[in-house]
């Protein structure tokens, strides 16, 4: 276990054995998004309330879960490298970034169209989520401008390591902001006392929506880090030959 | 102590620390933070006399008064403890009716009543299908708001 988990931080390693990983989550992330679009836009009833409108959570849900999930990738990787002085590490938290924004921003969106027509705003300043989900968009931008402003590969790295670290506060305000303060927005629907409050007709593809989401978020993941990789080893011995023998 | 042990407890400190301030800073903004306050704070007076606020509740059966021809309307809000008059004219979200959590912003007039430029409508956590929803006669909202009252009197202003 540990020898594998050692190999794998090595970079050539986690280059060739990403490379066969990514499919194993690529097709069953397409499978599941595939099944969880269909059965939440035709199988799934209307809302009592919402109507037709409610059919947004299936990406605003999926969406919102994973920027924070993506955000937690990236702090974790980035305290990882800098106690570890891990590398590969550092490799991962880069890669998070960029894909951890777009969900935050498509969760900021998709909240804001349906906050139109069903709170009757686009954007309400002062409340609690939506302000603490916009700051953290601002964070994943400033942590990628900081890595952007810094020249030296290693000392990106521990900066933006810092950055990602002290932001990882919000994580949990995003969390509980809804039962720690009045806020505009509903609180948890899923992980409630006595469980989902959700037709099962609609709960399942949003399921699927949520599982095929994490995974292709993995598989996208994988192969930014393989990116990161190529371009950070690019002046090793192992990426020459692979470039010479065509990638192969 | 290893280099490596001293980077660990130099990101452990980090962590703590940046949790404590924080938790300090938003535990003195407690109040700000609030994006609406209950009807029954308003009847305690626990609210910003000199500017706007916004006050969250429910839209109280059977008081929702429109006048013929033109977009004002008076209502009452409730959290099932205090109701509170709210005076509006403008257009309303959708999802506006009797039984509705909603959250209105504006200010207290003379009268005591809450004269509101703005109405939005609080969505709670429930989604069902609608014939679900007929069948469920009883379905309370309150968890919307997360009332925490039973049914004891109201405070009266001066308190």
């Known amino acids: 276990m540990w020898k594998f988990i050692h190999q794998l931080a090595s970079p050539p ?37 919402q109507g ?18 993506a955000y937690m990738v990236m702090a974790i990787s980035a305290g990882i490298g800098l106690i570890w002085r891990i590398k590969l590490s550092h490799a991962v938290a880069a890669a998070a970034a960029p894909i951890g924004a777009c969900f935050t921003f498509l ?13 009757g705003t686009w954007w309400e300043w002062g409340d609690p989520r939506l302000t603490s989900e916009l700051i953290m968009l601002f964070l994943y931008i400033g942590y990628m401008a900081l890595r952007g402003a810094i020249d030296d590969t290693v000392k990106a790295d521990k900066a933006s390591a810092v950055l990602a670290l002290v932001g990882a506060v919000n994580v949990p305000i995003i969390h509980f902001s809804v039962e720690w303060w009045s806020s505009l927005h509903q609180g948890p629907t899923l992980i409630k006392e006595g469980g989902p409050a959700m037709d099962p007709a609609m709960l399942y593809p949003l399921l699927a929506m949520i599982l095929g989401f994490t995974l292709l978020f993995g598989a996208m993941l994988l192969r930014r880090v393989r990116t990161e990789v190529l371009f950070r080893e690019r002046r090793t011995k192992w990426v020459n030959e692979l470039v010479l023998s065509g990638g192969k | 102590m290893k280099p490596r042990q001293q980077r660990m407890l130099a990101v452990g400190l980090v962590i703590v620390g940046v949790a404590i301030a924080t938790g300090l800073t938003l535990q003195a903004m407690k109040d700000s933070m609030m994006f609406f306050v209950s009807v029954t704070e308003v009847a305690e007076g626990k609210y910003p006399a000199d500017r706007n606020f916004r006050v969250g509740g429910l839209v109280k059966d059977g008081t929702v008064q429109r006048e013929e021809g033109s977009l004002e309307m008076t ?20 999802l506006f009716r009797e039984g509705q959590g909603v959250v209105a912003h504006g200010s207290i007039d003379e009268n005591g009543i809450f004269v509101a430029d703005e109405i939005l409508a609080k969505h709670d956590e429930n989604y069902m299908a609608p014939e679900v929803a007929d069948s469920l006669a009883d379905h309370v909202q309150d968890q919307t708001l997360g009332l925490q009252y039973g049914p004891e009197e109201c405070p009266t202003g001066d308190s």
């Open chain 1, 13 to 49: 390693h986690f280059y060739r054995i990403a490379a066969k990983m990514i499919p194993w989550f690529m097709v069953p992330a397409l499978l599941l998004i595939g099944y969880g679009t269909y059965a939440g836009l035709f199988l799934a009833p209307m809302d009592y309330q």
């Open chain 1, 52 to 69: 037709d409108a409610f059919r947004i959570i299936y990406v605003h849900v999926p969406s919102a879960y994973l920027s924070m999930m």
């Open chain 1, 107 to 119: 969760a900021l969106a998709t909240g804001s169209i349906w906050g139109k027509p069903m709170w």
């Open chain 2, 75 to 94: 209502f009452e809000v409730t959290d099932l403890r205090c109701d509170l008059g709210v005076s509006y004219s403008g257009v309303l979200p959708d």
